[in-house]
């Protein structure tokens, strides 16, 4: 059975908010996540989503972090991600 890639993205967010994710943080890792497994890259898709919810529903991840920027140098930025794991959802900000 084949799902168009908004009913992905719409289950992958139903799954993400029982867990109490944030939108900020639900919303880049299910975006990375999408694209990997339309890039045939299954094994770092969507097949993740249980393994991430498990990490926040063992509290090894905190659903509500807010990453910090601190600007060093022009050139240099310290991500602070105030998590454990899913770099994610900083990446934008790092660019």
Known sequence: MKYS?????????????ACKVTSAQAGPTIDALILA??????SHGISRVPMYLAHVTHGRVNPNAVPVVSHFRPVIRRLNLQFKKQARPVLPLAQ
Do not use: K, P, W, Y
């Open 5 to 17: 890639i908004s009913d992905v993205h719409a289950l992958c967010t139903e799954a993400f908010t």
């Open 37 to 42: 497994e339309a890039q045939g890259l299954a």
